[in-house]
């Protein structure tokens, strides 16, 4: 349940019309509560408020209809620069980071704001009437329609403010970052949160039986989502082990087969177990960065890319790109490995989920930056800086021998793609200085 809703959450919080729909509701409570209570309320005989006191109707429908028409009409606006960011942000970032600017709480609440201004003003302008009284208890209504109209404006200053702001590419990179990091935060355990019954293991040194099912998805698509621990709850229920062949981020084809069932219970059918393991897989029609900490890394990498370009040439949005990255993996490198092994109570084996290793990684983050990159000397002298101070924390064996695969390709690159020799000897120099670390 409780992954079910934080899946809810991430949705939600990728949705851009939540924020203005309820903007809008409250707007409409808002504008039903003060016309109750200006009923109720004689303003004008309540010291120092006398001043909010309105007697004249037709001033205060023209000033509620001028109010609409120009928070409308500033709506229409910032939809439209919206619009231009977005074209501007998959033109120039890669389409992937459409996706952020759409989740921009500032962005939402902007346009929200003028969308409730508008329907507030036209709910109290509905309840204006030519009565004698209705002036005077429409005081508090109209006087809270000129209070949103001001905060509009002022809102209309921020909205410029973080437009110009998040096109910038260095908070661009920053926010993915942070999206990466938090995700590093709540799928990397640290030492002392470590759960003894979960453990990392290789799936050819574990002894599960000849027995075996083969759950095959229903749907293709993008792994979103997989509830571990609902998975193995079900596996000790049942007496059995399930073995997972996808990730989050995975792409399924409608034929893959995405989970085995060792031991498979006779109770139950084909029908009944693909049940159980897809009300526990989330498919969905692109990635997310819920479970899926290579979407933020191709983010990045995508921005790095699209900098090396003929037509871009611009390096340094490349370093940044870069130095995000490489402050993301170290943290991987200081944390344990991800378990990929889930045992019950009794510690009998009950999930064997399929986890990204370091050079997986490392893969995703570099293999395009190097690709792309390969012909300039600066941005692999850059590089190799960064993977000097990456091998300082680089300890165990199997992630010292993905990193001096990439170093290994690097100088490969650097003798077949670099002519000017002074470059060579510099990059072989960083080449020397990042192995003599890693032995």
Not at 90 to 113: E, W
Not at 127 to 149: C, F, M, Q
Request: proline share 3%.
């Amino acid at each position: 349940m409780k992954q079910q809703l934080l899946h809810l959450i991430e949705r939600l919080r990728g949705s851009f019309w939540l924020v203005p729909a309820v903007m809008m509701l409250a707007a409409l409570v808002l504008a039903q509560g003060l016309q109750s209570l200006d009923a109720r309320l004689a303003i004008e005989s309540i010291p120092g408020l006398g001043w909010l006191s309105l007697r004249e109707p037709d001033s205060a429908r023209a000033l509620l209809s001028t109010i609409a028409g120009s928070t409308i009409t500033v709506a229409g606006t910032v939809f439209s620069i919206t619009t231009v960011a977005l074209t501007l942000a998959a033109s120039q970032f890669g389409p992937h980071l459409v996706r952020n600017f759409i989740r921009d709480r500032g962005t939402q609440a902007s346009l929200g704001i003028f969308l409730s201004t508008f329907v507030y003003a036209l709910m109290v302008m509905r309840g204006i009437d030519n009565g004698e009284n209705n002036g005077r208890n429409l005081s508090l209504a109209v006087t809270a329609a000129v209070a949103l109209a001001l905060l509009c404006m002022a809102y209309l200053i921020y909205f410029i403010h973080n437009v110009a702001q998040s096109i910038q590419v260095d908070n661009i990179t920053y926010h993915i970052n942070r999206e990466f990091r938090d995700a590093l935060e709540s799928l990397y355990p640290t030492e002392e949160s470590r759960d003894p019954l979960k453990s990392r293991r290789e799936i050819n040194a574990l002894s599960l039986g000849d027995n075996c099912h083969c759950v095959m998805t229903r749907s293709s698509g993008y792994v979103q989502r997989i509830d571990r621990e609902k998975l193995t709850q079900w596996a000790t229920d049942n007496d059995c082990c399930i073995v997972l062949l996808c990730h989050p981020g995975t792409f399924l084809n409608h034929w893959s087969c995405m989970a085995r069932i060792f031991e498979p219970p006779r109770a139950l059918d084909s029908d009944d177990i693909a049940d159980a393991i897809a009300s526990a897989i989330t498919v969905g029609s692109q990635p997310t960065a819920e479970q899926d900490i290579v979407f933020s890394i191709r983010q990045l990498a995508q921005i790095a890319v699209r900098a090396l370009s003929p037509g871009v040439n611009d390096p340094f949005t490349a370093y940044a790109c870069m130095d995000r990255l490489i402050d993301g993996i170290g943290i991987i490198l200081q944390r344990p490995q991800l378990p990929n092994c889930f045992h019950d109570r009794d510690s009998r084996l009950r999930l064997v989920t399929s986890e990204l290793d370091f050079a997986d990684v490392l893969s995703a983050a570099l293999d395009e930056i190097r690709e792309y990159g390969r012909d300039s000397s600066v941005v692999t002298r850059h590089l190799l800086k960064q993977l000097t101070e990456l091998a300082e924390i680089c300890d165990r064996r199997e992630d010292q021998r993905a990193l001096k695969h990439l170093l290994e390709r690097v100088s490969e690159d650097c003798e077949n793609c670099i002519e000017d020799r002074f470059d060579i000897a510099t990059i072989q120099r960083h080449i020397t200085r990042a192995r003599n670390k890693l032995d």
